[in-house]
């Protein structure tokens, strides 16, 4: 799995927010924090809050129930956990005051001394380092026109050229500065897009094996004679030293403090040309300009540095026969039950680099599918967080369906609660899933003009059913900005149906989901990560028309 790919897997999260375990449940390990024992017995959440309670519990008290994470290291649910390291160097740096740049000074000097790379720098997340690389590329250290940023009038730098492949939610970060987008489709056209404008070009680590037209070094060929920065994108990779993208012609590489590297989550490492960090930091907070609002703090520099420092002496071979062995305790009870069968990946690439155990079975024996596991061990304590896979998902058979267990963010002891919960809920008795579907109330073709209701904004949609066979609709989705294909079901008198809203290297999925009476459809809509909205629907009816139409013949006499 490259980092982008969590991209993809951000849709199939179980509904009603992230998927998780309870934190109670998170051995950790020795000298590290003291943890709850876990729950003896499955219990249904709660939202009880009180007054915060550092401790143990520490978001249990505000009515959080926290996760066990077999997921990986989504941002969502956290991430990574920080080093003892990391958090022994926060806990004295948050003690004094420190002169910022000089600090940054320190800090780029050591991390070049470690990672054999010109220059270091921290900063608040690998996109706030993207954004900061862009204005140093675009500004070229000029404070005067840093000041300026969105506005670029005037500028002499102010595109930034993406291959395609590389587009991605992410380059948000850079179109923050104001730059224009240049998408390319091949190693010629990048070549001409190249002019006076170019700010820099930006490449996504996509880590695949066999020749890539698009490499690092066959850009680099490209771009280094015309003096265009390269900026590669490896947020969720492994820390290499040397670094293998610097190696192959990259002017600067950026990664997530929290996830491999493991220091903190809300810090980025950005390593490569010197000048070119010093022109980020420049536009970084505590400095004001487009980058103040990515203020990084003392803490999470030196915790920043203390995972580094800490990469080049991690046992990462131990950690990773660690990692394998949670995987086989939960391989060995599972396949304890009849028809339920395992299949173990491990991913030999630079990102997302954690064995995966695929668990999967034939929903028409064991009554039930990935889906419905995951959102019962996501809403039920202790709370586990895993993906669902379907067809051909790392399942033996195409009608298989399955769940997923990363295993690199796991905890001691939170194998044998995985275990434990996943045995309980496939090895449980239940009676055959229902074939045939309540049949619909109505008819509800036609056209419906529909409000949603944001959290403090409302949009008109129209939804064309277009075609109602049996139980299943189709139909289109007019948007604020867009018409897209819409499909789903109604089943007696519930109706659901999606649609998917589609810009550059992004998108919002919209899952409606409610009740028809008459000429009204309400619900609620899941967007994903940007939560839900509420909407009512009108049926519209067209007004009866029996007029004669005359078709004008030759040009008007008046106007």
């Not at 024992?37 to 219990?43: D, Q």
């Not at 003690?95 to 720098?121: C, H, N, P």
């Not at 703090?297 to 915790?303: I, N, T």
């Not at 950690?319 to 995987?327: D, H, I, P, V």
Request: net charge neutral.
């Amino acid at each position: 799995m490259k980092r982008r790919d969590v991209i993809k897997g951000l849709s199939i999260l179980p509904i009603g927010g992230v998927v998780g375990a309870s934190q109670a449940a998170t051995a950790a390990p020795a000298n590290d924090f003291d943890y709850p024992s876990f729950l003896g017995t499955t219990e249904t959440l709660h939202t009880m809050t009180g007054p915060l309670k550092a401790g143990p519990e520490v978001y249990q008290s505000i009515g959080v129930e926290p996760i066990i994470n077999c997921r990986g290291t989504f941002t969502i649910i956290g991430a990574s956990v920080e080093l003892p390291e990391v958090r022994a160097a926060m806990e004295y740096a948050c003690r004094y005051f420190v002169q910022l740049d000089e600090l940054a000074l320190g800090v780029g000097k050591r991390l070049s001394e470690i990672t054999g790379a010109e220059w270091g720098m921290v900063s608040s997340g690998c996109a706030a380092g993207m954004k900061h690389v862009t204005a140093a590329c675009v500004t070229g250290g000029n404070p005067e026109k840093l000041i300026r940023i969105p506005d670029l009038s005037g500028f002499e730098k102010t595109e930034v050229i993406i291959p395609r492949s590389s587009r991605n939610v992410y380059d948000h970060a850079l179109r923050n500065i104001g730059v224009k987008i240049i998408t390319v489709d091949s190693i010629e056209e990048l070549e001409k897009a190249i002019s006076s404008r170019t700010a820099m070009i930006y490449l996504m680590s996509h880590d695949n094996p066999g020749p890539d037209p698009m490499s690092v070094e066959n850009i680099a060929k490209i771009a280094k004679p015309k003096n265009v920065p390269i900026l590669v994108d490896a947020a969720a990779e492994i820390l290499t030293i040397p670094n293998v993208h610097l190696q192959k012609g990259a002017t600067v590489v950026a990664y997530s403090g929290g996830k491999a590297i493991r220091g903190p989550q809300c810090a980025g490492l950005l390593l490569g040309d010197k000048n070119l960090l010093m022109s980020a930091w420049q536009a970084s907070a505590p400095h004001h300009g487009p980058g103040r609002d990515n203020k990084v703090g003392r803490e999470e520099v030196m915790g920043m540095l203390a995972a580094v420092e800490t990469w080049v002496k991690r046992d990462h071979q131990s950690e990773y026969k660690t990692w394998l062995s949670y995987l086989d305790t939960i391989k060995k009870r599972v396949t304890k039950i009849n028809g339920v069968q395992t299949t173990l990946r491990e991913p030999t690439g630079l990102g997302n680099r954690t064995p995966v155990l695929t668990v999967s079975w034939d929903p028409a024996k064991l009554n039930i599918i990935g889906q419905e596991v995951a959102n019962e061990l996501a809403q039920t304590k202790p709370r586990i967080a895993m993906s669902v896979g379907g067809p051909r998902s790392g399942a033996p058979d195409q009608n298989f369906t399955s769940v997923s267990i990363s295993s690199w963010m796991m905890q001691p002891g939170n194998d044998k609660v995985v275990a434990d919960r996943l045995y309980e809920v496939l090895a449980r008795k239940r009676s055959p899933r229902a074939t045939t579907m309540k049949a619909p109330v109505t008819d509800i073709t036609g056209r419906w003009d529909a409000t949603i209701e944001f959290f403090n904004s409302t949009s008109s949609h129209t939804l064309n059913i277009e075609k109602q066979d049996g139980n299943w609709l189709q139909g289109s989705h007019k948007g604020d900005f867009a018409v897209r294909d819409m499909a789903g079901s109604i089943e007696g008198d519930q109706i659901k149906f999606r649609s998917t809203y589609r810009a550059t290297a992004d998108g919002i999925t919209f899952t409606f989901s409610g009740k028809v009476y008459g000429d009204t459809m309400t619900g609620d809509i899941h967007m994903g990560e940007y939560l839900t909205a509420k909407f009512t629907a009108k049926k519209y009816t067209y007004p009866t028309m029996h007029e004669p139409i005359m078709v004008p013949v030759g040009p008007p006499l008046s106007s």
